[in-house]
């Protein structure tokens, strides 16, 4: 079975400034996805970024990226000149790719509450 | 284009009562996936539904169960209510193949008294 761990419960960052979160997994698969949600207090959850594990290229959106580390099970999400609106709850989770096709489900950590301070 | 919507967004019930929550997927997408949000388990996964088709299953009691319609509309019930089944109940779709973005609901907030 596949675990997902945040070891950072809450995290704080002054607006404009840049801040990391971390996630490390545990899998006997070599192909997967791995994926940063978003949570705002609205409850929505929010597709931020998505990585590939079969691409070594580390994934960017905008201001988010992250640093995808295969051999250590590592995933980190990297948000750069931080905005207030990025204050939300940050779940990092893994999927299985399916070969045939098909979703799988997705195996959540327990979050990262983080909050952008003016 | 519109996307998922939860109904209801709360609801209160007691303890024993049975519950069903509903889903709309985004327009196309042919799998709806059902998730359990608490503080202290996190987000955990229900089950899946692809084309009326229950394709996976997560660790839940028979209690919790689920179908989904031609339209890929998709309900979840809970019988005889537990105090821990409060919660934050999360619906997500997706197209189904190989497609691997799902998009999520606000959410059903479920409070079992």
């Known amino acids: ?118 | 284009k519109a996307g998922v919507t939860q109904t209801p967004r709360y609801l209160i019930k007691t303890r024993g009562q049975q519950v069903t929550l509903s889903c709309s997927p985004i327009s196309g997408h042919r799998s709806v996936s059902w998730y359990q949000q608490t503080p202290g388990q996190g987000l955990q996964f229900l089950f899946e539904y692809f084309s009326e088709t229950q394709r996976n299953k997560g660790n839940f009691p028979g209690r919790f169960s689920g179908r989904q319609f031609s339209n890929s509309r998709s309900e979840m019930n809970v019988s005889t209510l537990e105090l821990g089944d409060s919660a934050l109940y999360l619906c997500a779709s997706s197209f189904g193949g190989r497609s691997t973005e799902a998009f999520f609901g606000q959410g059903t907030r479920l409070t079992v008294v």
């Open chain 1, 1 to 118: 079975a596949q675990t997902v761990t945040q070891s950072q419960p809450e995290m704080s960052v002054q607006e404009a400034e840049t801040v990391t979160l971390s996630c490390t997994y545990d899998t006997s698969e070599n192909n997967y996805y791995l994926f940063w949600y978003k949570q705002p207090p609205s409850r929505q959850m929010i597709l931020v970024i998505r990585q590939e594990a079969y691409k070594q290229q580390n994934a960017t959106e905008n201001r988010f990226s992250v640093n995808f580390q295969k051999a250590a099970k590592s995933f980190s999400l990297k948000i750069s000149d931080s905005q207030l609106g990025d204050t939300a709850m940050y779940f990092c989770a893994f999927m299985k790719h399916l070969f045939q096709g098909g979703s799988e489900k997705l195996v959540f950590g327990k979050g990262t509450k983080l909050t952008v301070n003016p």
